[in-house]
């Protein structure tokens, strides 16, 4: 289980929010709402223990999450705004990157978002909802617990949107928790709702 107790997020000198508290257990999934701003993007870098918490804790199995940052990052996938490719390799190749990283096998992650007749391409002439594709296609290799994904679907056409859909499915089936940041809807069936 991940809880949140009594976050408080401070960008620059700024407080972003201030006593925030949930918890997510195997399979849930929630849905980070709230206008431009106010800071879903900023709670899902703190989730992935790339902001330090100005106040509060953040838990998992009842433990420190963050005491050990190399522990959390393993047990998680953290998909940003930004599809962290690297133009000159092809579709495949970005993804066997990854794939050494953390296990998992690269054609059936390409076949989950619909890349395979794409994989020889290079990702720099890949369109943009191509490019989305690709890096949630990361999410398909080895499974974690826990996925934060700041606005997957921008730029997605109705066929990915239903593919992702696919994948969330499995990985909440399989007691996986999601926590996501979207102005769009998102194939997230009995998600809970998260304003900020
Ligand atoms: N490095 C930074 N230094 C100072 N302020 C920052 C920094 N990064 C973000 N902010 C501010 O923190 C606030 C929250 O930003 P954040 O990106 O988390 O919002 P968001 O809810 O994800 O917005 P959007 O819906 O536009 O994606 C904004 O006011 C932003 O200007």
Known sequence: MLQAENLACLRGERVVFAGLSFALN???????????????????????GLLTPAEGRLLWQGQDALADRAA????????????????????????????????????PALAAMGLAPLAELPARVLSAGQKRRL????LALAPVPLWLL??????LDAASVARLGTLLAAHRAAGGM??????LPLPLPGARELRL
Request: no cysteine.
């Open 26 to 48: 195997a399979g849930e999934a929630v849905q980070l709402l709230g206008p431009n701003g106010a800071g879903k993007s900023s709670l899902l870098r703190l989730l992935a």
């Open 72 to 107: 959390h990052a393993a047990r998680l996938r953290y998909l940003s705004h930004q599809d962290a490719l690297k133009p000159a390799l092809t579709a495949a190749e970005n993804l066997g990157f990854y794939a050494r990283l953390w296990g998992g096998e690269v054609a």
């Open 178 to 183: 999601v926590l996501a940041a979207t102005h």
């Open 150 to 155: 700041d606005e997957p679907t921008v730029g």
């Open 135 to 138: 890096a949630l296609a990361r």
